[in-house]
């Protein structure tokens, strides 16, 4: 199942840097006040942008705390056609 036009929210451990903006395109930055906890919000085209973007943060060195889709929807063409054969 292919998963397009979605909204995730990645939590991370770390306080918001220069590197950090240079690598997270047009996704929303936010850092929790008195945390060393960011929250990264934006639309992403695809699972494969996903892992990329989560490897780069790992390769950055932010630890990963949360991955959530806060939106989406599914591409079930090829789920269509499996049913027809």
Do not use: C
């Amino acid at each position: 199942m292919t998963t397009i036009n979605s909204v995730y929210q990645i939590r991370l451990i770390g306080k918001v840097s220069l590197s950090l903006q240079n690598h997270i395109d047009d996704m929303q930055i936010r850092q929790e006040h008195g945390k060393d906890i960011i929250s990264l919000v934006g639309q992403l085209p695809d699972q494969s942008a996903l892992l990329g973007l989560l490897n780069t943060l790992n390769d950055i060195r932010f630890e990963i705390l949360s991955v959530e889709m806060l939106s989406g929807s599914f591409d079930t063409s090829s789920l269509n056609k499996l049913s027809r054969e």
